[in-house]
């Protein structure tokens, strides 16, 4: 479920049902080798989208993390290299969910419910800094219309584009 396509177009990252969580996979788009579990060691259970960096060095997804006693989901990412290192983007007590990169990978668009309702951010994607809230309402999940253009739908009023700068 919740495919997403490489950026080369040569790889599809899905979950996968496996004893009871949902598990992040990917394989070759030819089926020249089976599907791979991405995700392996430090795990990550009940993710939900995935999103590939431009550049193809990162997929971007939302989880519970294994042993969280909060059970709230959080955004990580994991290389896409030999290592397939796991790395946690952003874990607070709300659930952050559908997060996407910008076309330039400077900037990370997610939804979070920490205010009430699910409400569209955007903060630094792998640096340093804070984060903006951009959406007053309950919103639909983000999309990047360019490299400064967060485009969303506000469910209490229309579609929104922000542009960052």
Same mark, same amino acid.
């Given at each position: 479920?919740?495919?997403?396509?490489?950026?080369?177009?040569?790889?599809?990252? /899905?979950?996968?049902?496996?004893?009871?969580?949902?598990?992040?996979?990917?394989?070759? &788009?030819?089926?020249?080798?089976?599907?791979?579990?991405?995700?392996?060691?430090?795990?990550?259970?009940?993710?939900?989208?995935?999103?590939?960096?431009?550049?193809?060095?990162?997929?971007? /997804?939302?989880?519970?993390?294994?042993?969280?006693?909060?059970?709230?989901?959080?955004? /990580?990412?994991?290389?896409?290299?030999?290592?397939?290192?796991?790395?946690?983007?952003?874990?607070?007590?709300?659930?952050?969910?559908?997060?996407?990169?910008?076309?330039?990978?400077?900037?990370?668009?997610?939804?979070?419910?920490?205010?009430?309702?699910?409400?569209?951010? &955007?903060?630094? /994607?792998?640096?340093?800094?804070?984060?903006?809230?951009?959406?007053?309402?309950?919103?639909?999940?983000?999309?990047?219309?360019?490299?400064?253009?967060?485009?969303?739908?506000?469910?209490?009023?229309?579609?929104?584009?922000?542009?960052?700068?």
């Amino acid at each position: 479920m919740r495919p997403s396509w490489s950026p080369d177009g040569t790889r599809i990252a /899905f979950y996968a049902f496996n004893d009871s969580s949902y598990d992040l996979h990917w394989m070759p &788009v030819d089926k020249s080798q089976p599907p791979v579990r991405v995700v392996e060691g430090d795990d990550t259970r009940n993710a939900s989208t995935t999103n590939w960096t431009r550049d193809g060095a990162w997929i971007v /997804f939302d989880g519970v993390a294994t042993g969280d006693a909060r059970d709230t989901e959080d955004i /990580f990412a994991v290389g896409t290299g030999s290592d397939r290192k796991r790395v946690t983007i952003l874990s607070t007590p709300a659930n952050e969910q559908a997060a996407v990169v910008s076309p330039n990978g400077r900037w990370l668009a997610y939804t979070s419910d920490e205010g009430g309702g699910q409400r569209v951010y &955007v903060r630094p /994607f792998m640096r340093e800094g804070g984060r903006a809230l951009i959406s007053t309402g309950a919103s639909a999940p983000p999309l990047w219309a360019s490299d400064a253009e967060v485009v969303y739908l506000d469910r209490e009023s229309s579609l929104k584009t922000l542009i960052l700068y």
